[in-house]
T-cell receptor, first 116, second 113 residues
Framework: NAGVTQTPKFQVLKTGQSMTLQCAQD?????MSWYRQDPGMGLRLIHY???????DQGEVPNGYNVSRSTTEDFPLRLLSAAPSQTSVYFC???????????????FGPGTRLTVT | GNSVTQMEGPVTLSEEAFLTINCTYT??????LFWYVQYPGEGLQLLLK?????DKGSNKGFEATYRKETTSFHLEKGSVQVSDSAVYFC????????????FGTGTRLTIIP
């Protein structure tokens, strides 16, 4: 298994440009999430999905769109990039372990985005 | 809402020293608690977890006990190594179904030979 993969690893955008951060997982996980990591603030949840066709907002959703057309993929779209969106973005996926205990989340390697 | 307060860093220790990174939380119900580790240039990896009060999570010599009475989940290791240098995140999971993690701010740990 490749686990959770993210592309690109690095990206520089100009203010107002749009782009899509890609996330894919091959573990057949039900849940997928997007977080952003900023210095001194830990990770904050942007959007999440509990299955194909179902998405919901997290703590900091403004300026981001998501969709979940397949179990495997969960892209994050920036429609009009702003300098405040400069951050490291992590995608995560999770399942319920067979024992019935709580979910664990598996993280991708991250995308470092700079908006100038 | 849920929140996690984590010991501020950075923390610098000598090899073989004892490590404690404090973590306290605010939550309703019975959340799961996690420690994640982020090595330089990499994503987050689950280090250990505990799903109910008095559970002890352990992995790679690290331990943390879920203390509901003090709402704490402190990370400890008896003898740290240079390879333990990383950023450590305490995180709080949900009570049911969808696991939306709430993270602490992270503690950067550097181990000196």
């Amino acid at each position: 298994n490749a686990g959770v993969t993210q592309t690109p690893k690095f990206q520089v955008l100009k203010t107002g440009q749009s782009m899509t951060l890609q996330c894919a997982q091959d573990m057949n996980h039900e849940y997928m999430s997007w977080y952003r990591q900023d210095p001194g603030m830990g990770l904050r949840l942007i959007h999440y999905s509990v299955g194909a066709g179902i998405t919901d907002q997290g703590e900091v959703p403004n300026g981001y769109n998501v969709s979940r057309s397949t179990t495997e993929d969960f892209p994050l779209r920036l429609l009009s990039a702003a300098p405040s969106q400069t951050s490291v973005y992590f995608c995560a996926s999770s399942y319920r372990p067979p024992s019935g205990s709580r979910y664990e989340q598996y993280f991708g390697p991250g995308t470092r985005l700079t908006v100038t | 809402g849920n929140s996690v307060t984590q010991m501020e860093g950075p923390v610098t220790l000598s090899e073989e020293a004892f490590l404690t990174i404090n973590c306290t939380y605010t939550a309703t119900g019975y959340p799961s608690l996690f420690w994640y580790v982020q090595y330089p240039g990499e994503g987050l990896q689950l280090l250990l977890k505990a799903t109910k009060a008095d559970d002890k999570g352990s992995n790679k010599g690290f331990e943390a006990t879920y203390r509901k009475e003090t709402t704490s989940f402190h990370l400890e290791k008896g003898s740290v190594q240079v390879s333990d240098s990383a950023v450590y995140f305490c995180a709080l999971g949900g009570n049911f179904g969808n696991e939306k993690l709430t993270f602490g701010t992270g503690t950067r740990l550097t181990i000196i030979p």
